[in-house]
């Protein structure tokens, strides 16, 4: 049973659209993520979120926005893509937020903007 | 935050004992030392953590120096499957997880 899912695995989109990726965890975990791994491989967390709270990194332009319809899911929104959003996707999930147990990361969604 | 200083690459035997080391001079008394890996076109691993004592699971070993300033990730038996980049991460909680450039570690038959 695979832990963290997401969809899809590759997006290729022109400049300007709108487009989503969607998470999902079915290890019934109360925080997930969302990261950020550019074309020089550094990962950067872009968002926490649980029911409660959600942590922007101050670095994540305002196009970027999650969305959790449950806590199960937390998909990514990105509005008016730029070249620069080029990258792939990490989502993950904890069992708690702000503890030290692990996270479990997803397999990633390449996004291509043309 | 403290941060971590790991060597860019290092290449190990299949079948020995493959020894990544990390310094984080910097760290403080309620921070724990954490080590993911990341397999290529994967999403990063969880391996291990620790902050005081020396950690052991099914995956790897953590050693963390008496003075805490630096550690040293130990897999045992390393396979071809092993490599990986590896990364040490310094934090207090697993909220704010900040992955540096880590280590390219090749096992080579």
């Known amino acids: 049973d695979t832990a963290v899912s997401q969809t899809p695995k590759y997006l290729v989109t022109q400049m300007g659209n709108d487009k989503s990726i969607k998470c999902e965890q079915n290890l019934g975990h109360d925080t997930m993520y969302w990261y950020k791994q550019d074309s020089k491989k550094f990962l950067k967390i872009m968002f926490s979120?649980?029911?409660?709270?959600?942590?922007i990194n101050e670095t994540v332009p305002n196009r970027f926005s999650p969305k959790s319809p449950d806590k199960a899911h937390l998909n990514l929104h990105i509005n008016s893509l730029e070249l620069g959003d080029s990258a792939v996707y990490f989502c993950?999930?904890?069992?708690?937020?702000?503890?030290?147990?692990?996270?479990?990361f997803g397999p990633g969604t390449r996004l291509t903007v043309l | 935050d403290a941060k971590t200083t790991q060597p860019p690459s290092m290449d190990c035997a299949e079948g020995r004992a493959a020894n990544l080391p990390c310094n984080h001079s910097t760290i403080s008394g309620n921070e724990y030392v954490y080590w993911y890996r990341q397999i290529h076109s994967q999403g990063p691993q969880y391996i291990i953590h620790?902050?005081?004592n020396n950690e052991t699971n099914e995956m790897a070993s953590l050693i963390i120096t008496e003075d805490r300033k630096s550690s040293t990730l130990i897999l045992p038996h390393a396979t071809l499957r092993d490599t990986a980049v590896y990364y040490c991460?310094?934090?207090?909680?697993?909220?704010?997880?900040?992955f540096g450039a880590g280590t390219r570690l090749t096992v080579k038959p």
């Open positions: 993950a999930s904890s069992p708690s937020s702000g503890g030290v147990a692990e996270q479990f």
């Open positions: 979120y649980n029911n409660k709270e959600l942590i």
């Open positions: 620790g902050l005081k």
């Open positions: 991460i310094v934090r207090v909680s697993n909220n704010d997880m900040r």
